[in-house]
């Protein structure tokens, strides 16, 4: 299988603040399948580290919204960028599933961070994930039972 994965699952400091987020369901996947990661925040022209962002409105991204970091700057364009981006490359290797970071204004498959920056999680997709649920692609997160299967 051909997976698409946020790099920070991997284990590679892509994350806003230069960290990373290994996840061992994830780098169990190295033995079997063909893993490619991305950040789309970096495809998208943010550097890393990087302050820290939410979308605005505490719904998720719904195609409209303003994704905004804390110093108040208006980044959607970046995320929306690294978001194509991120669409590319998964049309253009064909993969079969995608594996992205819970939470994040990116990548958040089911929940992401409200906005207020109070780490106050709701209901929603980050903009990456909504742009691939959009193009039919089957994405998941790092907390998703389909994982154990694949292993």
């Known amino acids: 299988m051909k997976i698409l994965v946020s790099a920070c699952l991997l284990g590679l400091p892509t994350r806003f603040d230069l ?5 061992d369901k994830i780098l169990n ?11 789309p925040e970096q495809l998208g022209g943010l550097g890393t ?3 820290p962002s939410e979308i605005q409105g ?12 804390i110093k108040g700057e208006d980044v959607t364009e970046n995320f929306v960028r690294g978001a194509e ?6 049309r253009l290797l ?19 961070y409200d906005g207020t920056f109070t780490k106050n999680l709701v209901r929603g ?24 299967d694949l292993v």
């Open 58 to 69: 505490g719904k998720g991204w719904n195609g409209e919204e303003k994704v905004i970091n």
């Open 19 to 23: 960290l990373s987020k290994p996840c």
């Open 85 to 90: 981006l991120t669409v590319k490359i998964a």
């Open 94 to 112: 064909k993969v079969d599933l995608v594996i992205l970071k819970s939470g994040s204004p990116s990548c958040g498959v089911h929940e992401v």
């Open 125 to 148: 997709s980050g903009v990456t994930a909504w742009f691939l649920k959009k193009e039919g692609f089957h994405v998941v997160d790092e907390n998703d039972s389909l994982l154990d």
């Open 29 to 39: 996947l190295l033995e079997k399948h063909v893993i490619i990661p991305v950040c």
């Open 49 to 51: 580290p990087r302050p």
